[in-house]
Nanobody, 125 residues
Framework: QVHLVESGGGLVQPGGSANLSCVATGVGLDHFAIGWFRQAPGKEREEVSCVSATDGSIHYGDSVKGRFTISRERTNAKITVNLQMNALKPEDPAVYYC????????????????WGQGTQVTVSA
């Protein structure tokens, strides 16, 4: 099992930027794909971005391509996955969750077994 803790987010102006960070700890971390999902009120949880464990490949949801950048770094006993969000739009506000699953990324939230508690991102002038 992977323990995930998110940080960052908060209130951002339209067109602004924010950075989310996810710290993953646990056994066998190098075998886990780690990604970000988001869920707005009344909507399903959707894929934002993910880094695969098998080949380091990166995936982005269509709505964030070209605006968001994910990175993954191994430091001692933890992995940190950052999500740099630029050019934030009114449709980006949601609770952003970090998630982990063995080996490869998936666009389906149901394929991920470990989740963080989530962090709120609000976009408003």
């Amino acid at each position: 099992q992977v323990h995930l803790v998110e940080s960052g987010g908060g209130l951002v102006q339209p067109g602004g930027s924010a950075n989310l960070s996810c710290v993953a700890t646990g056994v066998g971390l190098d075998h886990f794909a780690i990604g970000w999902f988001r869920q707005a009120p009344g909507k399903e949880r959707e894929e934002v971005s993910c880094v695969s464990a098998t080949d380091g490949s990166i995936h982005y949801g269509d709505s964030v391509k070209g605006r968001f950048t994910i990175s993954r770094e191994r430091t001692n006993a933890k992995i940190t996955v950052n999500l740099q969000m630029n050019a934030l739009k009114p449709e980006d506000p949601a609770v952003y969750y970090c998630a982990a699953e063995l080996f490869t990324c998936s666009p389906r939230a149901g394929d991920f077994g470990d989740w963080g508690q989530g962090t709120q991102v609000t976009v408003s002038a």
